[in-house]
């Protein structure tokens, strides 16, 4: 079962919810986080147009599931998508003489407890100014006042690493997750590693062996959803996935960008179009050779500092992972055409149609059923699935680029029409 449990809104249309629920099968996603339940008009939007389902989770009015499955061919990802109440925190505060600046990923198991949080946080703050609020509140209170909405309320740290709003993050984090959240730590149990992280960095790290990782990803438009995922193996049920969370039993590890791609990954400065690597950054005490500012130290930084096994090391029975291309960005590589432009969307639309759902395409079916629609898509997924890739690694809120051919090699393999290839 797929979860990609944090959504950022990026608007509160009627449509909304329909727009999810069809790209969250389009994708193959089970269970779907909401986003933005602290912002009033969303909270509800989402009152009035999801019901109650498994417990702890919802499923969209009637009208609105039935609308979603009609453009989608019969067998094209979960016949039902589920819901659960999710928001994203910023906190901007001061403690010990630094300006902290952390995301924390807030899920509740139904509409009572989100109320009673909602008028926690609007007491201070206003709610209504964002989707993703700014509060001026410590992280640890923030905690406090998740555990105290409800039974089931829980609070994850949002994309550790990231330099400027992550917990671990080199501009505005702590070095330890009981720095932050005090004596209360012991509630934490997952971290959401984000874009610029993947598991095996994280596991370089022996403090963070008791935490699940998850991922989610923000995905600030539908289409988006399913970038990064967290799999687990449980009834569906908002307060199994907590428990498997907690436990480890029932969850199943994650689907994930390669890191390079993230925005984050290495150093640099984006203005200066400088990337460099950590030990570069180092012999030049962290400043840009341009401009002779700090440069952003990124997340492979920020790991290396922090951690006390080499590179490669893997805990014992620690749940497993996946590095994943999002399929349009495999098409527009093929196409050589954006990903999001009308000729990838038909492309996938008639791939998903006859192999089903996009991460379906990308880890389950075989390779030789891809071929019989699309040579060049095979060979692309075979690479991926073997880890074969070309990395530009992000910096400094620059994407990175993963691409799965050579420069000019499909080229090639069309003049020469080359078998393997078309």
């Known amino acids: 079962m797929h979860i990609h449990s944090k959504y950022a809104r990026a608007c509160s249309k009627d449509s909304d919810l329909e727009h999810l629920t069809w790209w969250a099968r389009r994708k193959g996603v089970a269970l779907l986080g909401t986003g933005d339940f602290t912002h009033p008009a969303w909270f509800e939007h989402l009152r009035e147009n999801l019901v109650p389902a498994e417990p702890g989770l919802f499923r969209p009015r009637e009208e609105i599931a039935s609308e979603a499955l009609g453009p989608l061919p ?9 819901f659960m109440l999710s928001a994203e925190i910023s906190t901007i505060y001061r403690r010990g003489e630094h300006t902290r600046k952390i995301h924390h990923l807030v899920y509740m198991p139904g509409f009572d407890e989100a109320a009673t949080f909602n008028a ?5 703050g206003d709610l209504s100014s964002d989707g993703h609020p700014v509060l001026g509140l410590d992280s640890r209170a923030l905690l406090e006042i998740t555990l105290s909405s409800g039974d089931g309320a829980y609070l994850v740290p949002a994309h550790v690493w990231t ?3 992550g917990v671990f993050g080199s501009k505005s984090g702590f070095d330890t997750i009981e720095e932050c959240y005090g004596e209360l730590s012991g509630h934490i149990f997952a971290l959401e590693t984000g874009l610029s992280s993947d598991p095996a960095m994280n596991w370089r790290v022996s403090a963070l062996d008791r935490y699940r990782l998850v991922s989610y990803s923000d995905a600030h438009s539908p289409p988006m959803v399913g970038r990064e995922t967290t799999v687990f ?5 908002y307060f199994a996935v907590l428990r498997a969370l907690r436990t480890g039993t029932g969850y199943a590890g994650t689907t994930e960008f390669f890191p390079e791609e993230g925005r984050y990954h290495v150093d640099g400065h984006r203005r200066c179009d400088v990337r460099m690597g950590p030990e570069e950054t180092r012999g030049r005490d962290g400043i840009c050779p341009v401009c002779g500012k700090p ?3 990124g997340v492979l930084n ?4 922090l951690a006390d ?8 029975g620690v749940a497993g992972f996946r590095n994943l291309v999002p399929l349009p960005e495999i098409v527009g590589e093929i196409l050589d055409v954006g990903s999001k432009s009308k000729k990838v969307l038909r492309e996938v639309d008639r791939l998903t149609a006859a192999l089903g759902p996009e991460l379906g395409i990308l880890e389950d079916v075989p390779v030789e059923d891809i071929a019989d629609l699309s040579p060049p898509l095979a060979e692309a997924v075979g690479r991926l699935r073997r880890g074969e890739v070309i990395r530009e690694p992000g910096y400094d809120g620059t994407y990175g680029v993963i691409r799965l051919f050579e420069p000019g090699e499909l080229e090639r393999a069309r003049e020469d029409t080359a078998p393997t290839l078309f």
């Open 74 to 82: 019969a067998g094209v990802g979960p016949d039902e998508v589920r």
């Open 120 to 124: 926690r946080l609007d007491r201070i």
């Open 163 to 165: 330099p400027w709003f």
């Open 233 to 237: 193996e449980t009834d569906l049920d």
């Open 295 to 297: 440069l952003t130290v």
């Open 302 to 305: 920020r790991v290396q500092e």
């Open 309 to 316: 096994r080499p590179d490669g090391f893997r805990p014992e």
